[in-house]
């Protein structure tokens, strides 16, 4: 059982930047690819950013340019770098951790909100 804790959300304003970090324990955490989702109200979790367990990335559309993610093996970390972020971008981001299908873990979330 994997258990992932998000931390750094909070209120910005437009354009600026945030980090956003997910701590994982109780897997081994190399193994699994991580990946950042976020749900906007009314709207369907959707995929922000994955890293798989080798470092290869890919991003949505929406952010590609705008945000980073990464990750420490050493650590249990996983990070999103989100800069020059919209209003848009205002919704929960979940931690997610993926290794086989039965094996994929949720963090709670943690509210980003672009807002000036």
């Known amino acids: 059982q994997v258990q992932l804790v998000e931390s750094g959300g909070g209120l910005v304003q437009p354009g600026w930047s945030r980090r956003l970090s997910c701590l994982a324990s109780g897997g081994i955490f190399s193994n699994y690819a991580m990946g950042w989702y976020r749900q906007a109200p009314g709207k369907q979790r959707e995929l922000v950013a994955r890293?798989?367990?080798?470092?290869?990335?890919n991003y949505a559309d929406s952010v590609k340019g705008r945000f980073t993610i990464s990750r420490d093996n050493v650590k249990n970390m996983v990070y999103l770098q989100m800069n020059s972020l919209k209003p848009e971008d205002t919704a929960v981001y979940y931690c997610?951790?993926?290794?086989?299908?039965?094996?994929?873990?949720w963090g709670r979330g943690t509210q980003v909100t672009v807002s000036s």
């Open positions: 890293i798989k367990s080798g470092g290869m990335t």
């Open positions: 997610n951790a993926y290794w086989a299908p039965g094996a994929e873990y």
